[in-house]
């Protein structure tokens, strides 16, 4: 069955990064995109940016554009997301989702059939 | 960019009820749409994508409807299991909208 494990929780300071990791497993990795969404507490749900995995090529939200980078790594089935200069508003669950794409006259669209469990990142001084 | 808004925010409603909630696109998005529902302290889960498809193992009571600018979904008859945070997202740039709490 399909599965995505994300890493434990962080607590990190103002100004540092964090990396969550997502290890899929149960279909072909490369296959699929991986998304990165976030949920700041008792807050909505924010696309941070996606990553194509056969051939590692991301696309990120304007808002996180210089802040954040994401990777895979098909050797292990997983994939990344690094986010820099922290602040405290950064504190949220961040999920991987699996990224299907389906296409519709001459547009593409994509959809997140499958989520990790979340991580939380808090940062505090 | 495609703004994505929801109407209502949240509603209040029984068992058995039908619930519409609406998902509206700053600009024609097609059937780029999709919805997902969200329980308290879980992980959010696909509901329909293409604005109609409905995603495998969910209940048929789910539907969505629209093209271009309006979007629905609706949930033919309340159950118990149903109440939840709904989301649109608009599948080409991946946003959400804010989300509907029903309860």
């Known amino acids: 069955q399909v599965q995505l494990v994300q890493s434990g929780g962080e607590v990190k300071k103002p100004g540092a990064s964090v990396k969550v990791s997502c290890k899929a497993s149960?279909?072909?990795?490369?296959?699929?995109?991986i998304s990165w969404v976030r949920q700041a507490p008792g807050q909505g749900l924010e696309w941070m940016g996606g990553?194509?995995?056969?051939?590692?090529?991301?696309t990120y939200a304007q808002k996180f554009q210089d802040l954040v980078t994401m990777t895979t790594d098909t050797a292990t089935d997983t994939g990344y997301m690094e986010l820099r200069s922290l602040r405290s508003d950064d504190t949220a669950v961040y999920y991987c989702?699996?990224?299907?794409?389906?296409?519709?006259?001459?547009?593409?669209?994509?959809?997140?059939?499958?989520w990790g469990q979340g991580t939380l990142v808090t940062v505090s001084s | 960019d495609i703004q994505m808004t929801q109407s209502p925010s949240s509603l209040s409603t029984s068992i058995g009820n039908r619930v519409t909630i609406t998902c509206r696109a700053s600009?024609?998005?097609?059937?780029?749409l999709n919805w997902y529902q969200q329980k308290p302290g879980k992980v959010p889960k696909l509901l329909i994508y293409?604005?109609?498809s409905l995603q495998s193992g969910v209940p048929s009571r789910f539907s969505g409807s629209g093209s271009g600018t309006d979007f629905t979904l609706t949930i033919s008859s309340l159950q118990p299991e149903d109440f939840a945070t709904y989301y649109c997202?608009?599948?080409?740039?991946?946003?959400f909208g804010p989300g509907t709490k029903v309860d």
């Open positions: 989702a699996r990224q299907s794409t389906y296409y519709y006259g001459s547009g593409r669209g994509n959809y997140l059939d499958f």
């Open positions: 149960g279909y072909t990795f490369t296959r699929y995109g």
């Open positions: 990553v194509t995995t056969y051939n590692g090529k991301a």
């Open positions: 600009q024609n998005i097609d059937t780029f």
């Open positions: 293409a604005a109609s």
């Open positions: 997202q608009h599948s080409s740039s991946s946003s």
